[in-house]
């Protein structure tokens, strides 16, 4: 190769490298799957049923100019973060740039839930600013999953619902309940208010785990600034107070004004309690409700189903139909077609004896139609509950597959098969890889040192007492017994990094402050 040829290509790669750099430049200022998301999930929205129904909570959308964003911005609670600002107003441009269908329906959704966020904020004394964090992480679609499991409009991973009294199991979800969610995350909030002594360090732990921010708070220094600190924290967090920021701004210049004339019928629901297994469709089938309907006012029941262990839940109905359900309740009982619980109905027979076979040997050539089975090796830890409630399974499926008579005897390092739906293998393959440290904090990059919170210095721990776990006792309700403790005390003080690894009889330490 001549001289002259090989500076051509020495040329072609100093160009191609300076393309590559600027590329991955602009490209790490927000990632385009940020956009695409909240995208995707205000595209969603339109299957919501007051979307498609135009007759609920009419109105117009008035729109008001933004002179100049900064001066808007900065009008917020929360700290302005230079590393942010470029960030917020690509965000804003974002929403501004949506279609009219899109940003009236973003616009009409937030404020047919405005009441519900402020309500919440105010009683646990939150700025009311923070009603701005939902359709900032989720569009306000109800139904958005993020890649780590994060669920709902607020975003709650699976370790800040149950930590905080919420539900989360197969058949019922919690988080994509509005107001309860509502009602679980601004308690979560609080509760790191009450840690952390700041609202916005409050925030952010809510955003990247309260580990995240212990460890932050240490690289940066003792006396480190809300800035300082927040540089510390991972990329993502970044993206989501830009998106919040951009959001506060576009939502208090685009108001949904409602048709007050007709606003009171759609503003009212009746509550009934529902004692046996029921299907939404036995309700629409006597009572003349849309199923659909049903599901939009009750999105926490994942398949429509209101379980044996759900019952004496309550069920949200249109007004003026819980007297009818009450009064046909015999006859929605009656109404049963197996087709509807299929998903919950045992499929395979459990073997007469556990002598059919060796002891610990798995069950052989088993074939579940619909289901592939797949390797789990256990860790340390690892119970069959926790194991069950990951991968949507039962625990006596459980022991079958795996012939195990006396769950005690199980062993980290072991390996288990678990069957799981054809179609979702490579969701569950990868839950294997997922660190069991990194539930309830999948934004933080690093690990927490050895430091002790300015939090902890304040209590008193010379009265210790132990309480005995009982059936049906989470962390938040047995703070609820104590002064001054909360869920996240009682797993700091027991070294319990998954709530749901208390077991009934289990003896807890607890330090009453009074």
């Known amino acids: 190769m001549s001289q002259h040829i090989k500076n051509i290509v020495f040329i072609l790669l100093i160009v191609s490298l300076v393309f590559t750099i600027k590329a991955r430049a602009q490209s790490d200022s927000i990632p385009e799957n940020y956009f695409t998301i909240l995208q995707q999930n205000i595209n969603q929205l339109s299957d919501l049923y007051f979307s498609n129904d135009s007759d609920f909570y009419p109105g117009r959308l008035e729109s008001e100019q933004v002179a100049d964003f900064s001066e808007k911005y900065n009008s917020f609670h929360f700290s302005v973060f230079p590393e942010v600002l470029d960030k917020s107003q690509d965000f804003y441009q974002f929403f501004v740039s949506l279609s009219e269908n899109d940003k009236k329906r973003l616009v009409q959704i937030f404020s047919f839930y405005e009441n519900v966020f402020e309500e919440e904020l105010r009683k646990k004394n939150l700025p009311i600013e923070l009603k701005y964090l939902p359709p900032a992480l989720s569009a306000l679609n109800k139904y958005a999953v993020s890649n780590y499991r994060r669920a709902g409009i607020w975003q709650l991973t699976h370790f800040q619902s149950l930590l905080n009294g919420g539900e989360v199991n197969r058949l019922v979800d919690e988080r994509l309940n509005v107001s309860l969610s509502t009602k679980l995350a601004t308690r979560q909030i609080k509760e790191n208010l009450e840690i952390f002594g700041n609202p916005e360090l409050a925030v952010l732990a809510f955003l990247s785990g309260n580990t995240a921010i212990k460890n932050a708070v240490y690289l940066s220094g003792k006396n480190a600034n809300i800035t300082e600190i927040f540089k510390q924290l991972p990329k993502g967090v970044s993206e989501q107070i ?273």
């Open 242 to 514: 830009a998106a919040f920021q951009a959001i506060s701004v576009f939502l208090s210049t685009n108001r949904f004004i409602p048709d007050l004339t007709t606003l009171g019928q759609f503003k009212s629901y009746d509550t009934v309690l529902v004692y046996r297994q029921t299907h939404f469709n036995q309700i629409a089938k006597v009572i003349g409700i849309p199923a659909k309907q049903i599901k939009n006012l009750n999105p926490q029941y994942k398949f429509s189903i209101v379980s044996e262990n759900s019952a004496g839940k309550k069920l949200i109905l249109p007004h003026g139909k819980g007297d009818d359900f009450v009064v046909w309740n015999d006859s929605i009982n009656n109404v049963f077609d197996s087709v509807d619980f299929q998903l919950i109905t045992q499929k395979i027979e459990y073997p007469p004896a556990p002598n059919r076979q060796y002891l610990g040997e798995p069950v052989k050539d088993l074939v579940i139609e619909g289901k592939t089975k797949i390797k789990y090796r256990l860790k340390t830890g690892d119970v069959l509950g926790i194991i069950a409630e990951i991968y949507d399974v039962r625990v006596a499926d459980l022991k079958y597959w795996n012939n195990i008579v006396n769950e005690r005897r199980i062993q980290a390092g072991q390996m288990i098969d678990i069957f799981v739906p054809d179609d979702q293998v490579e969701y569950y393959t990868t839950l294997e890889n997922q660190s069991r440290s990194d539930i309830g904090n999948e934004n933080s990059g690093v690990t927490f040192q050895n430091t002790t919170s300015k939090i902890y210095e304040q209590f008193d721990m010379t009265r210790k007492i132990e309480h005995t776990v009982k059936s049906g006792e989470s962390p938040f309700i047995i703070a609820q017994k104590y002064d001054g403790v909360t869920p996240e005390l009682i797993l700091e003080w027991n070294n319990i990094d998954d709530p749901r690894r208390i077991q009934i009889g289990q003896k807890l330490i607890i330090y009453p402050q009074k």
